[in-house]
Every structure is written in C-alpha cells, then in structure tokens.
C-alpha cells in the first residue's frame, strides 16, 4: 500500500490542534485532509474529505467526541478512530471502545505513544489488503498491538517534571518544530521559528538536551564564541 493514509484531526483547541498535525506530519506516511473544531462539523466534513482515520478529541462543542463516535458507527462510515483526551475515567475508555475507536491516547501524550499508534495502524492497513486472512495472522497483529514492551517515559519531555516556568504546549512545539528540521539550528533560528524570545528558546532546548531528546552540535566560527546548534534525535 503506496498511497498515503487520509486523517482528519477533530480538536477545539487550536494550539492542541497545531502540535497534532506537527506529530502526524513527523510520522510520515500520512496525509491530512480535513481539520474540525467540533463534532457537527467533523461529521459533515468526512463525508467531503473521506478519510481512512480520525483523531478525535472528547471534550467538543455540540456533540462531544463519544457523540461524535457513536454516531459514525451509527451511518456506518467506514472509517476508523483514534481518541487522543484527556478523560481517563474507566467508564469513558469502555464506551470509546465499544463504539469501535482502535486506539486511546491521553493527554499529555508523549510524540512516542502518538506515533506508534499511527505506525500500529498503518500496519493493520496493510495487513487488510489482502482478501482473505487466517488466524496466524490475526494472532500475529493483535499480540504485536498488545505485547508491544512498554516506552521509557523517564526519557520523554513530556512525562518528566518540567521545570518551572517551561511551559508543556510550548515544549511540545518546540520539539515538534526540531523534529521537521534535516539539520541542526541554533537557538535564535528555533526562537524565530516558534515564535519566542531567544533567551527563552534556549532554556526549552537546554531542557530537551537533557532528557536526551536533542543533541548539541558545537560550531566553530573563525572569531567569537562557538555557537551551540540543536537537532531533535528523531528515534
């Protein structure tokens, strides 16, 4: 399957909504036509846009994700869903998966966990272009979705203690903006590029440096100090 897989992002906030389209454009493979801010309109758009996958928030204006989910299976669409929230209550992930989504992803979520359910996915896709599959198969995917070892959340920005005065959303776009780069950028070009005070970039980067989610590189320049550049491990 060379073609890539259609999204649509249905998210309110509209700095959530940016750092979702920056993850499922890191990831690769995937094309995003359509974005909504509820759930009206996200119903009304799939049927224009028909996309293979949704992510889909809970806490929407007018219909709320879990309306929005039943009433896709509800027509039938045949499309697939992903929860990215944050209600983490166990009555909520029941009905989110009894109403078909095949993914549940909380907020805050890591770029790690959001892009393994995109590849799980993908996988699944491929794995369905065939006409008739045997259980061997079967057993393979879903022990492939479930046994898969869990992520090292000590590493990751987003579950270590952020540092006070760093910002959570703001780290997320910064990281998402050095995960777009092919080569390495000094903190005034990252400040410039998201839109901050350079003084205040550097201390997000210095931040990512040390959870291990970017590397430095030094630049020698024929006079002056040696300037610190910053590129995102992208593992």
Same mark, same amino acid.
């Given at each position: 399957m060379d073609e890539k897989i259609k999204i649509m992002i249905v998210e309110d906030d509209?700095?959530?909504?940016?750092?979702?389209?920056?993850?499922?454009?890191?990831?690769?493979?995937?094309?995003?036509?359509?974005?909504?801010?509820?759930?009206i309109e996200?119903?009304?758009?799939?049927?224009?846009?028909?996309?293979?996958?949704?992510i889909l928030d809970i806490f929407l204006p007018d219909l709320d994700g879990l309306q929005t989910l039943a009433e896709i299976r509800k027509r039938n669409d045949p499309v697939d869903v992903i929860l990215v929230t944050a209600?983490?209550?166990?009555?909520t992930v029941q009905k989110v998966f009894r109403y078909g989504a095949i993914d549940y992803i909380m907020k805050p979520f890591r770029f790690d966990r959001f892009k393994g359910a995109l590849e799980s996915?993908?996988?699944?896709?491929?794995?369905?272009?065939?006409? *008739? =599959?045997? @259980?061997?198969e079967i057993d393979r995917h879903l022990a492939a979705k479930q046994l898969a070892p869990p992520e090292k959340e000590a590493t990751d920005p987003i579950q270590t203690d952020i540092p006070k005065g760093l910002n959570e959303l703001?780290?997320?776009?910064?990281?998402?903006? *050095? =995960?777009? @780069?092919?080569?390495?950028?000094?903190?005034e070009e990252v400040a410039e590029g998201v839109g901050l005070a350079r003084v205040t970039a550097r201390r997000y980067l210095d931040f990512l440096e040390k959870v291990g989610?970017?590397?430095?590189?030094?630049?020698?320049?024929?006079?002056?100090?040696p300037i610190n550049r910053y590129l995102a491990k992208k593992e």
């Open positions: 509209p700095m959530v909504m940016e750092v979702n389209k920056g993850f499922v454009e890191a990831t690769g493979g995937f094309e995003i036509v359509g974005l909504a801010r509820s759930g996200a119903l009304d758009l799939m049927i224009k846009v028909e996309p293979h996958l949704i209600a983490r209550d166990s009555e996915y993908r996988t699944l896709r491929q794995a369905l272009t065939k006409d *008739l =599959l045997d @259980q061997e703001t780290l997320k776009q910064v990281l998402l903006f *050095l =995960l777009k @780069q092919t080569q390495a950028l000094s903190a989610k970017v590397q430095i590189e030094i630049q020698y320049g024929s006079v002056g100090r």
